[in-house]
């Protein structure tokens, strides 16, 4: 099987078992909103390097690993997870909840950093699961998550371009300097290198907010 490691896909928000974020998305049933998650996420070319930038579930972690552990051996795909607030592996939760669950999220993901800074195209981009809360409307936001939200930042301080996040559920893709990757922002499909680049390039570029 031919591999594709340089082919970048990024998703956010899978929310995998979550009964009420299952409705506020239009189905009726939670394991059919899991199901078209799943088959959107084999759109994924085999090979590829899959980024989630959190919040693969919400207190069903064993049942979301198992299931994107069977993607990932299905599609040979390497995986990367920066945690969101509902992952226990994230360290809001403590260093207890951390140890005990790491083992199982190494088990599927090659690495789990809570930031990680790429190139996307000619732009220095930094991914991460919530948004800096002076640049993006958050209504989840509370002090205890201002402690993990994005760092600021510009290349003109020695930063970066661009802050591409989930968490917010936001329908809106683009806002000036971040780009939202929830899946109510991609029609539930994860995003492409290609497809990145435009939203990036756009967020960089447009001076206010971005529909569509």
């Not at 340089?6 to 939670?30: A, Y």
């Not at 972690?61 to 599609?75: H, I, P, Q, S, W």
């Not at 497809?195 to 967020?203: D, G, H």
Request: aromatic content about 4%; glycine content about 8%.
């Amino acid at each position: 099987m031919s591999t594709h490691r340089d082919d970048i896909w990024l998703v956010s928000d899978l929310h995998l078992g979550h009964r009420k974020v299952s409705e506020l998305r239009g189905f009726d049933e939670t394991a059919e909103h899991d199901q078209v998650i799943l088959d959107n996420l084999r759109a994924v070319p085999d090979g590829a390097t899959l980024i989630c930038l959190g919040d693969i579930s919400v207190r069903r972690d064993a049942e979301a690993l198992d299931l994107l552990g069977g993607l990932k051996v299905e599609k040979d795909l390497r995986m990367v997870l920066l945690p969101g607030n509902h992952d226990r592996v994230h360290p809001m939760f403590g260093l207890e909840s951390v140890m005990e669950w790491t083992p199982a999220y190494r088990d599927v993901f090659d690495a789990v950093s809570l930031e990680l800074q790429i190139r996307v195209g000619r732009w220095l981009v930094l991914l991460t699961h919530i948004p800096a809360p002076d640049k993006v409307e958050d209504p989840y936001m509370t002090p205890a998550l201002a402690r993990w939200a994005a760092r600021g930042g510009t290349t003109t301080r020695g930063g970066f371009d661009c802050t591409v996040h989930g968490h917010t559920h936001s329908a809106v893709p683009v806002r000036p300097k971040n780009v939202n990757v929830s899946l109510e922002a991609t029609d539930l499909k994860p995003v492409s290198s290609e497809q990145l680049e435009e939203l990036v390039t756009r967020a960089v570029t447009c001076p206010t907010v971005c529909q569509g």
